[in-house]
């Protein structure tokens, strides 16, 4: 079994808190990532999926259909978006990098199937220091 | 004369648009920068200062000074806010990165030198393939 | 269940030697790393901690609890610090980046379990080409 | 058990093509990385290997030990070469990196475990972008 | 005077020698870079501009254009080539990344100009310890 | 004129503080870079030559040259050392990155003339976040 991993980037603009709290309650909690005029970052997806590689190819999920699928499923939707207001797959939860990494999982995972690999982990980071895994 | 680099990070929201065009100019001129709902970045800056270091100390400016300058002049008005709302320093002005460079140089020039060095450079990288210097 | 990972650094002073070894039987061992005039390296540490996020928060444990738990139990203890003297959890070990990546992980994992979260690994880098990982 | 990762790097040509295919054939699977002129790589290469520390020493495997394995079952066979034509062991295999990890497992394998270290994984990134690992 | 920096990379075969020098000649000047059967690299490409920026827009070349500019003139006709056989700017020259810099300043340079922004820098870092830098 | 980086990287312990004053002046200036029982770094060193190139081989200075004199001169009498007590170059000086700078300047320039070329800069990052450059 192979694993490969596909690292991509993208901007966008994000609030942590719940909106039936005060902000003063969201800040309590959520700090400064609460801030009620938005702040933002560069984040880093790694993608990895697993398979067994063809004797035929040496390789079993092309590295282009991967990067399409992760290109058109995520890239596409939250580049240069505010998670909270513009990502329908982020609709009415928490606008965390975990609840993000779960609900990119979700989004991949069908389309990576399809390819006949698995999907193993979804990886983002948010800052240089905090990095956040989903395995599902 | 010696140069000595800081590099800090702050995460920020902003918006590249004029006020005074409608949401299509802005789009054809900024593209997806000038997205309405905002989006944002981890800007990593770099401050360069120069000086003849002393003989006493081998040094000329306190890294911990240095520090200090940038975290109270820049990093406690920028990191986790949206640039073009919050960042009293950037009223008025587009919020390119280019501006804030500009921006960020002002700010910091008096307090160097108060410290007898002199500032050399401003550099800040709003993602991994993009990044602006500007030398006064 | 999520994982979340927090990289610190730290530099820190060390030597790899049996004190009840000659200078040359732990050169024959240890190499240059057993260097009686100590050397010396800027520590990366990843500490990963797992957990199910709540519903409610989108999250499991807060990061700032989790940098604040890692400065408190590890960072102010080992940081400008030589690890063979100084550092009260590396007494009586040899000082190689294997059992300060053990040391690290006792020191830490009853102050994430009381946080409810679980410790999953402690990996340190003593330099860029070298990384050690302990998962318990 | 600790987990202790060795990194290194090599540049080496290699085409990823079947010599049964025609070019056209070939570019349709492999696209651009079947240019018959070759391209090549600044490849990354993470060796993990796997045991109990010693008491007595603080660590399992010498570093110096692993370092030297890896260079001469690997990088000196691979570094400024092209994989297609001068790598023994790529020999009739397609050069894509899948089919190189495992290869270096297999060349690795042996050496490790007359150390009585384990291999546990060898990971290559062939860009910053796409990474392969391995287990086996 | 505002500085802006892009960063790309491509992935090339070369091989530095001279025709009318034996393999024995060319590999005591150009050592294992000399290599016959070719060898490659990542290359990062680091083109910085410079001019006043517009106080209408606040940047004085849009990054697109400089990116649109890059792409056509270096990356499309480099990434997965062999710089000594296929990209026609490097016919008659010694591939090394001093030459392949001076040629990509004068690919670069007329069209630069024509965004009226000054052209200031073609930095090619042809492995993480080796970089090259052309100011013309 | 061509310029060419290489970069290496040594681990060293050190301490800054002044042999005529008291630990606690010492801490009062210094701060904890003055701790008695050292610390260390991994530091990055960044050399810069420039040259003409030669129209007959493309470059100006072989960088196998130019790394072995870095060796030489530099790494081998740095690298697992004690700044203070074992480098001789450092010997009677602070053990600041700005007086190390200085020192390998001095210690790399006659070396690199005798090739013909002319040194520009000595980078040295003590921290990811702390650099100093010197140009002679």
Known sequence: MIYI???EQ?????RMYREDWSDEENFNVFGKCSNPNWHGHNYV???TV???????????INLSTLKQIIKEKIIDKVDHKNLNIEVSFMRG???TTENL?????????????????VLHCVKIGETEN???EYYG
């Open 5 to 7: 991993t596909r690292k």
């Open 10 to 14: 993208f901007s966008a603009a994000h």
């Open 45 to 47: 997806l790694h993608v």
């Open 50 to 60: 697993k398979g067994d590689i063809s004797e035929e190819l040496g390789l079993f």
């Open 93 to 95: 939860k928490i606008a």
């Open 101 to 117: 990494a779960i609900s990119i999982w979700n989004e991949l995972k069908p389309a990576i199937e399809k390819e006949r690999a």
């Open 130 to 132: 905090n990095t956040i």
